[in-house]
């Protein structure tokens, strides 16, 4: 109890908290190379004979009540099932205490999130699975009762289920590892050097664009699936990102990972202390989409948003940003100032996201040809695995309706296509066959990142097709970077 803090309450050591997210790193899963290793554990020598209490019933029926740490990871199916059950036991009891501590309202989070990865078509078939998740609370065998029942340090708890049955929200953590480039794009930026590819705009402008768009409603989409089939209730989902493409060997040539740290000073972004390799930053139009699809998918509802996890400690920076001598600031910003850009361009729909509806897929005809359908962002994303764009990947559409009092309806289109930064195409989307009367809206899309469209349809109208202005300012275009919005 005393470890923990009492978030929110006034008097306690964060008192303005109003969520809780433990960093819980460190203690997700134990594995044998956790041991030593420069990790947060000791030796595996020091630690071995450790005796250990065992929880789960697996184990106890292959070394009884008791083993050493060396005994149990002998047996991979004991140490296994152990791991779950301990795992579980134990989130489910940090959830007890802070809610316990923390002020009424507090909102408390599990540090990670049910689906990892880029989002896979294969996923739709595992809506069972959780991360991190191997089994359910058992405190059966430590004293406490089949229900879940037990006693610790004279407080009474109930510890059933798992982290997410217990989470007031969820947290999107999910990282880009990946951007392509040319072989000779490479040679040029990694190899040779050239000056004028020394900075973040060229290496940005030669990155292959990707289905951003496609990618994070996918995302969304899994995450919000998961919750509906294991917990059979939505809750709201913040989405953490990244700056920087979280891998190491980040930059992949002919499909391919390159062994390279990042080629010029610019790239640095983390201190040599922290015993990480630099890391390369995010194009701008990636962050810009990611921020776009968070808040038009989750609106006003609870508990969504957009957080962005820190690159590193802004305590150490001082001055002048120009002058600083630390390499990890000393960078192009282009890829925070994109959220404000994001932020900006979607200020109109602060006043309509509230008692709008959403409409995650609706009916698209493709190219204006064909015959309308609904599909997923899963479909759309067509499992690119973080790579660049494919032939299978369809454009990722949501659309947004509220009723506009004496004339119909205010209706907002988010699309993302599948195209190079510089191309175009036109695509028919509508609600259904009677949705909104069958109103159609034509929408052209240029470039890959998110883009926005706004209609207002009357009541009157019924199968008519509203067609989309461009207002994106062309002239400013430039491959690496979302189009700016006219005012």
Sequence with gaps: MSAVPACGVPGGSDPYAGRCIPNIESSNDWKRTHYGNRNHWPSWESSKNHEVILESSAAIAEFGPK?????????????YAEEGVRRSNRLVLLHKVIKQKGYAGLVHIYGSCAYQGNPRVSALAEMGSQFMVTANCDVSNIGGSSSGNITLNGQSYVLTGNQYDHEDATLGYFYNNRFDISEQDYNDIWNSKLPHTQNYPHLWSKMFPTHVVGREKAFWQLVRGKMLHNQRTLRGMIRMAECVYEADECCYVNNAPRGVRAPFGQLFNTFPELNDSPKVWQPPHDFYSTYMVARFFGGNDENNGLHIFPSNNNSRVRGDLNSSDWASFNHELHTYTALLQARKDMQALEGFFPGSSLIEDPEVKLNEAGSFSAYSGVVAYNDADGGPINAGQKPAVM????????????????????QGYNDSRTDLIRVSASGLNGNIFKVKSIGCEAQLHEFVVKSSDSGQTYEAINTIVLSERKPGYAGRIQA
């Design 67 to 79: 083993c050493t740490v060396e005994q149990l990871f002998s047996k991979p199916g004991a140490q």
């Design 399 to 418: 659309l947004r309706y509220k009723v506009l009092p004496g004339i119909g309806w205010t209706v907002w289109i988010l699309i993302g296509s599948p």
